[in-house]
């Protein structure tokens, strides 16, 4: 599948994977990734960098850098689902929308990996009724395999590998077809990450945490872990 160091990835459910290191999915420059799944293809918009560190990853300004994907249909509309990225963050800036899925208009209908106070947190979009906040620290300036995942309205974080679970009123199935990285879903303006993202898979599955920490082993000596 041309996965970088990943020969053990999960398949089971995968629907959509982008890799900076992988050639097949960013040849180093352009403003096109390839998704190693099938033809829900990238685009990075407004200078978006690229690295060869840890093999390949992209950098975000904390400005307005993001990677737009759409075409995924009503693919990802689903009771439950998985979304995976390595992130490393590079400054709090109080409020970031790393990556995720969905968009607006509808309570409760969107997955997101968010920064919020030196914390890890995942958007349900709306009030805190959908959204769950400060799960766990944020290590800043190093690499951290993230995974969010969701089975109706419990939620499931993992952090390097430790699962933390929630659950929360309002959840609905999500909606849109735009997968984002670096901005939120449901702005291309709104509260930017800044860091660095190698890597993103979206399944359509809920993962149990035994193929989640597959992922981990997988591709942890990639990332220095």
């Known amino acids: 599948m041309g996965f970088y160091r990943g020969p053990n990835i999960v398949r089971d459910g995968l629907i959509l994977a982008i890799d900076a290191g992988a050639v097949r999915s960013y040849p180093g420059s352009g403003t096109t990734v390839y998704d190693l799944i099938g033809s829900n293809n990238g685009t ?32 990802f509309q689903i009771s439950q689902g998985s979304i995976e990225a390595w992130i490393k963050p590079s400054s709090d800036g109080t409020d970031q929308m790393v990556c995720g899925l969905g968009g607006g208009g509808t309570l409760g209908a969107t997955r997101v990996i968010r920064i919020l106070s030196n914390q890890w947190g995942y958007v349900g979009y709306g009030s805190a009724n959908e959204d769950w906040s400060s799960i766990t620290s944020v290590t800043f300036n190093t690499w951290a395999h993230v995974v969010i995942g969701w089975n109706g309205t419990a939620l499931t974080f993992w952090l390097n590998g430790t699962q933390y679970t929630a659950t929360r009123t309002g959840i609905v199935t999500p909606n849109s077809s735009v997968i984002r990285l670096g901005v939120s879903t449901w702005s291309t303006t ?36």
């Open 190 to 225: 709104d509260r930017p990450f800044e860091g660095n993202i190698a890597n993103f898979k979206f399944y359509n599955t809920l993962l149990s945490t035994q193929k989640v920490l597959q992922n981990y082993n997988a591709q942890k000596s990639r990332f220095e872990l």
């Open 44 to 75: 990075l918009t407004n200078g978006v960098g690229f690295q060869t560190n840890v093999g390949g990853d992209w950098s975000f300004d904390g400005t307005n850098d993001y990677i737009n994907i759409t075409g995924l249909g009503t693919a």
